[in-house]
């Protein structure tokens, strides 16, 4: 069923420092500008679920990632855990470069609320503000016409409607666990069909906690939804959040291929 990848993640690290000079020159957009200006990514939102794993200990590099992505016609949309990790967030990006804008679900109807959880997506705001430069860090909340405060909702489920109505090119799940193991032999497994994510979602013996359950379920229904493939990462990896577009090689379980429906 599943791939367990082959190599190590040493060894995708050495690629990335290989092919671009080293990865501590990223934040700098030389090579790896270039590289990303050509490459499918250039003009294609980027949807990137952090973790507060990932906003505690991995900020820094992140930061420089996203700067990057921006810079370079890649269109970043970060998913906060919550409210507090996406002002924490905000506030950091906008120290150095002034481009992060912080959302809620009832700025411009963004994330209407229904009874079956999160309704169509409003995407203007979202799509005006990455292609004017800026960095969109939205607030996991479902705004309600009848209600006197926004809902909160799951931040998976956030990443994944918002990457299907904006057409990412990748969504991205950071988690602690780095991927997804495979049950049989512990070991990480490469890729995975929404098929096979979503039963080993619900598979009992998978080591995995509900979080990274979560997150596999959204990764999947994402790629049936036309996103073309979702990562599932240790977001306190350096540089994480680029290593997709800069190497052959995706880190972490990534879900791909399957049937596509309509949002």
Aim: proline residues 4%; hydrophobic residues 45%.
């Amino acid at each position: 069923m599943a791939r367990t990848r082959l190599g190590t993640r040493h060894a995708v690290r050495q690629q990335l420092e290989a092919g671009l000079s080293a990865a501590d020159t990223l934040g700098t957009g030389l090579s790896a500008g270039r590289w990303i200006a050509t490459n499918a990514f250039s003009g294609k939102a980027f949807v990137l679920r952090i973790d507060e794993a990932t906003v505690r200990d991995g900020a820094g590099a992140f930061v420089d990632d996203l700067t990057l992505l921006a810079q370079h016609r890649v269109h970043p949309i970060v998913i906060a855990p919550d409210a507090a990790s996406a002002q924490h967030l905000v506030r950091t990006i906008n120290r150095s470069s002034s481009v992060a804008v912080s959302l809620r679900g009832s700025d411009a109807a963004l994330l209407p609320k229904t009874p079956n959880g999160i309704g169509r997506i409003h995407t203007p705001l979202i799509e005006t503000l990455t292609g004017a430069g800026y960095i969109p860090v939205v607030e996991p909340t479902a705004f309600s016409v009848f209600a006197e405060s926004d809902a909160d909702v799951a931040a998976d489920d956030v990443a994944c409607a918002i990457g299907a109505a904006c057409s990412a090119a990748r969504a991205i799940f950071f988690h602690r666990a780095g991927g997804v193991l495979d049950p049989h032999t512990q070991a990480l497994i490469d890729e995975l069909t929404p098929a096979e994510a979503l039963a080993l979602a619900d598979d009992a013996t998978t080591n995995a906690d509900e979080s990274l359950r979560s997150a596999m379920r959204a990764a999947a229904r994402g790629v049936r939804n036309g996103i073309p493939a979702a990562q599932i990462v240790d977001g306190r990896r350096s540089h994480a959040a680029v290593a997709e577009l800069l190497t052959a090689h995706h880190c972490g379980t990534q879900v791909t291929g399957g049937l596509i429906v309509a949002a």
